[in-house]
């Protein structure tokens, strides 16, 4: 399979006088080849209190380029991505080591996408480095042990205990 997936971005603040755009709907901020690869397109509806996944590491879904997912209407979700370092990252041995795994998370609303633009990440293995602070910056950033991780798997969770179904777009780019 071949293709290719165009991504356009713009904001736009009106106020005080002024008009400020960023980006624009014109020209892509980004195209890219997906050439022996797939683009998967699909919704999840996720009643209040549940969880679904929407990317789980494994044949024939092993890596992406690019994770987006909007609600539709009104809604929101928490999305939680879990991360580990793979067997051998420069081998392209992408099978997961589960030494650093460690979930990381966003919420979303229904006024902007959740988007991942890559299935890379930094991961250590120690849990106080992996969430801690070193003067005022991640930890992260800085230590030693910090290491090219790659995200594993991706869920949604619909928060609300009362209100309707969450309704999740979803699009993945995926590699070979």
């Known amino acids: 399979m071949s293709g290719e997936l165009s991504l356009y971005h713009a904001a736009i603040h009106r106020g005080n006088g002024r008009t400020t755009p960023v980006g624009e709907m014109i020209r892509p901020i980004a195209e ?8 998967r397109s699909f919704t999840l509806r996720i009643e209040p209190g549940e969880y679904k ?18 609600i539709i209407g009104d809604g929101f979700a928490h999305a939680f991505w879990l991360v580990d370092k793979p ?13 650093h795994e460690r979930w990381r998370q966003a919420s979303m609303s229904c ?6 633009s890559t299935d ?13 602070d070193s003067g005022g910056l991640p930890a992260l950033m800085s230590d030693v042990g910090t290491v090219d991780g790659k995200v594993y798997e991706v869920l949604f969770r619909n928060p609300s205990t009362a209100t ?9 780019a995926e590699w070979d």
């Open 32 to 39: 890219l080849a997906l050439a022996g690869s797939e683009a």
């Open 53 to 70: 996944r929407a990317f789980v590491y494994g044949a024939p879904h092993k890596r992406f380029g690019y994770l987006e997912a909007r």
């Open 87 to 99: 067997t051998d990252f420069e081998d392209e041995d992408w099978t997961p080591l589960g030494t």
């Open 111 to 116: 006024q902007i996408p959740f988007i991942l």
């Open 120 to 132: 890379h990440a930094l991961v250590h293995p120690t849990i106080a480095t992996d969430a801690g």
């Open 164 to 172: 309707a179904a969450a309704v999740i777009e979803c699009l993945i």
